[in-house]
């Protein structure tokens, strides 16, 4: 699940502004204008593409992120296909932002025509970007924004020199370096096609202008649809100067089309964060199996082992060792803390902790100070008090453990009676034997212990023993009797055999004894005789 919450572009701002501060200056642009309309059939999916998640996010959420940091007075975002869902996602990340339907998909010059019959006429710099776009940094769109207001252009395009620009529109510009129009791969001549610059599709508008030339993009291409590089050649033609700028990093204009390049895409924004987390004093021991969300936050000195997924808003303090082989989503992990092949979701792990190898933390978890929590243990709803140990083999369900207490290997809260859950209250010193069933709701006092094996149904006051087993029993040849012809039987009868046998053999030593004995007595007395 994708986690609400303030939007923030990663990874520059991680550690240093705070979410409601944006880090970028004026110009502000008045708008900026998210398409995400698309039906990207080419994903083969039910969900609409930009909602696609990637590193913790949505694509469309990586692009409102990269929008918010412009501190726009007003965004918009235009959702055709899928606008339901797509309509739910703006209102969880930028509730204040205004969603656009595009009843019909009749290319960008269409959706930005919905808008400004939608909203009016934006008076004021206007960017357009899109929903499908999630590795173009805030960094990127202010500086267009920027050489937009400089140049005094009415319309700049984001550019981007590649190796490969086939498919792409060309950047065509005069002797003087100036953009003069932009040509589609499918128009242009061999000449043109060998020009390396192409069309991100992002832009920079003057919003008056672009609601007027908006409405006179015409239709009369082999898709019959308003395309938006279009406005470019009007306002051109207009006289208005118009201008580019060339992103430094051309992976961040790349586009998701289908579900290779999604996760060709994922692994760039991934290597981007471990990038800025090494870079920061953290230790990613193997880059190529770790996988780190866009909204994790990690403490100087952690170190991060092989095969670790760190998801959502999990944070990570100080000197903090994860891994290998960790799953954590939203969890909170102390300074300190150790976690070792484990999963956790919704946890908190307190300085000095520790957890695994396999253990499974789930949502409502909370280990104090200095606890351990060991192999195969899973804890729901349960709180663990500072320097309490839970080592082995044990659930615990809804649950509050008190300070240095033990809970004994193979220990179960037993807190669902089929109908409702209940609750068990572990006191601070408690000695919980192992095997012992905790039948909520129940309290455990103060320096309690329980012996191993118990069923404790009824409160344990604090300092007793509590023992709740049976007599034993043993019920003899059991097994003959009741399973004859089995491997239990065959091995039963040999074991009495073996015992009868070597009880007969102590009755006979045993008979023999005195008169051995009296054999030596005799043997002595002559032996004596003959000295004499």
């Known amino acids: 699940m994708l986690n609400a919450g303030p939007l923030r572009q990663y990874p520059e701002d991680i550690g240093a502004i705070p979410e409601e501060t944006s880090r970028v200056s004026e110009p502000r642009p008045v708008a900026v204008i ?30 409102l992120a990269a929008a918010t940091e412009l501190s726009p007075e007003r965004m918009v975002v ?120 192409i069309n991100s599709g992002c832009y920079a508008f003057d919003g008056a202008l672009l609601s007027d030339a908006i409405k006179r993009v015409a239709t009369s291409n082999a898709q019959g649809q308003e395309y938006l590089t279009d406005v470019i050649a009007i306002l051109r033609g207009d006289g208005y100067p118009v201008g580019a700028v060339i992103a430094a990093d051309a992976d961040e204009i790349q586009g998701v089309n289908d579900r290779v390049q999604l996760a060709q895409v994922r692994a760039v924004l991934n290597g981007r964060l471990l990038e800025h987390w090494m870079r920061s004093g953290v230790t990613i021991m193997d880059p190529a199996t770790t996988w780190i969300d866009a909204d994790v936050t990690l403490g100087q000195d952690a170190t991060i082992l092989p095969a670790t997924h760190l998801e959502g808003r999990t944070s990570v303090g100080a000197r903090a060792r994860i891994g290998p082989g960790c799953v954590l989503t939203d969890t909170v992990v102390g300074d300190d803390a150790v976690v070792t092949y484990s999963v956790s979701r919704s946890a908190e792990i307190g300085p000095g902790a520790s957890a695994g190898p396999y253990a499974y933390l789930r949502p409502g978890t909370r280990i104090g100070p200095g606890a351990h929590i060991g192999t195969y243990v899973e804890l729901k709803n349960a709180v663990v008090g500072e320097g309490s140990k839970v080592p082995h083999l044990t659930y615990v369900g809804d649950a509050d453990i008190g300070v240095h207490s033990n809970i004994g290997a193979g220990t179960i809260f037993a807190n669902y009676d089929g109908v409702a859950k209940h609750h068990t209250t572990v006191g601070d010193g408690v000695f919980i034997g192992s095997d012992t069933v905790l039948v909520a709701p129940l309290q455990v006092g103060d320096g309690a212990y329980t012996a191993a094996g118990s069923a404790i149904t009824e409160d344990v006051p604090p300092g007793t023993l509590a023992v709740a087993r049976g007599r034993q029993h043993n019920s003899e040849g059991w097994t003959e009797r009741r399973r004859p012809g089995t491997r239990s039987a065959e091995a039963a009868a040999r074991a009495r055999q073996a015992a009868e046998t070597a009880e007969a053999a102590e009755t006979a030593e045993a008979a023999a004894g005195p008169l051995e004995a009296a054999a030596q007595d005799d043997t002595g007395s002559a032996a004596t005789d003959e000295e004499a």
């Open 34 to 63: 998210v398409l995400a309309a698309g039906e990207g059939t080419r994903m083969k999916s039910q969900i609409p593409k930009v909602l696609h998640p990637l590193c913790g996010r949505s694509m469309l959420g990586h692009a």
């Open 78 to 197: 235009v959702a055709g296909h899928g606008r339901e869902q797509v309509s739910d996602e703006v209102r969880r990340l930028a509730p204040h932002a205004t969603v656009v339907v595009q009843e019909r998909l009749g290319g960008t010059g269409h959706a930005v025509r919905m808008v400004t019959e939608a909203i009016g006429v934006l008076r004021g710099v206007v960017v357009v970007t899109y929903g499908d776009m999630p590795l173009l940094r805030a960094e990127t769109l202010a500086a267009l924004v920027r050489e937009h207001a400089l140049a005094g252009n009415v319309v700049t395009v984001l550019t981007a020199k590649v190796g490969d620009p086939s498919g792409y529109g060309r950047i065509i510009r005069g002797a003087d370096g100036v953009l003069t129009e932009i040509v589609e791969h499918a128009d242009a001549t061999e000449e043109q096609r060998a020009i390396t610059e």
